[in-house]
């Protein structure tokens, strides 16, 4: 049977079943996948340049999978946890500043303006100002009406 693997077992066989793993990845919420499939195309890679036996290709697979998998959930996933403000209470996110997007002074000077960073899960929020701002302009969040922020401009200090 390892005679046969040895002698079918094509470079293109890995790169098929990388791109498949890394595929299925969209259909698991699990982030996994891809990284066992990023491993498989490796190999892949390794095996169209060097002629490996197939128990050195899955040796090398187990194991730069296992490294990616782990090095992903060690090092880079807690760099990227979740850096919104989402789950605050409603005194957390007032004096948060926005931007704002698009603002229309006819429906009593509503508009959307857009923050930095996710607030509450989403990075655009409609607003209600009782001044006249501009598009572009920094607005500050004073209250929560419902789904609607209530802001007052920003006044940038002056250099």
Not at 3 to 30: F, K, Q, R
Not at 48 to 65: C, D, G, H, K, N
Request: proline share 3%.
């Amino acid at each position: 049977m390892l005679e046969w693997l040895n002698a079918h077992i094509a470079y293109w066989h890995w790169i098929v079943l990388g791109l498949i793993l890394a595929t299925g990845e969209m259909l698991l919420p699990s982030f996994v996948m891809l990284w066992f499939g990023i491993s498989a195309i490796v190999v892949g890679l390794l095996v169209a340049l060097l002629p490996l036996s197939f128990t050195l290709q899955l040796l090398i697979w187990v194991i730069l999978s296992l490294f990616v998998v782990f090095g992903w959930f060690k090092w880079i996933s807690p760099r990227m946890k979740n850096r919104t403000l989402s789950g605050m209470a409603k005194e957390a996110i007032l004096g948060q500043i926005g931007t704002v997007i698009e603002y229309n002074s006819v429906q009593a000077g509503r508009g959307t303006l857009r923050f930095p960073a996710p607030v509450l899960g989403d990075d655009e929020w409609q607003f209600i100002c009782d001044q006249t701002v501009e598009i572009g302009s920094r607005v500050v969040v004073r209250d929560i009406s419902g789904n609607t922020l209530i802001v007052y401009q920003a006044h940038s200090k002056s250099t």
